[in-house]
């Protein structure tokens, strides 16, 4: 028998506060990985995957956080992590992210957080995992997916 790789963890957050708390947990467990690690951050148009990503980032003690949505890649690197919060829904063209060195954001120890993946296919890098978030008013369904044996650990740990 084998075992799956893939965990779907369907959480239900009701506030920004709570989807903030969420991101945290994700950092946490990202927190030591020596790898370089893919989250894809999946979702309708101001349905909150930068409000996720921001909590994730603010984890490893980052204050100014901008939406990569003009610049298309926003980094953030101190003496323990190099996170890339990239932003493809400007994107005319995935080859658009090989002129900005996508490449460059897979080394050992960087970690990529992926708005609108989908924009990017066939130049980013596939996700360790995927979040899907769903929703209206306040109340967001967040769906996470694991892709490897990677974000399966990941996955398992924010569960805890």
Known sequence: MRLSLFIILELVVNNLNETRTLAGRLAHCCSSLQSTF??????????????????FIEYFGFERIKSPTYSLVESYQNEVINIHHMDCYR???????????????????????IEWPELGKGA????????TLSGDGNQRKINIKSHTEEG???????TT
């Open 152 to 158: 399966k650990e990941v996955t398992k740990c924010a």
């Open 124 to 131: 980013i890098a596939k996700a360790d995992i995927s979040i």
């Open 38 to 55: 893919v989250i894809y951050l999946i979702g309708e148009l101001g349905i909150g995957k930068t409000a996720l990503a921001q909590g």
């Open 91 to 113: 994107l005319n063209d995935p080859q658009e992210l090989e002129y900005i060195g996508i490449r460059d954001y897979l080394l050992l120890g960087h970690l990529q957080l």
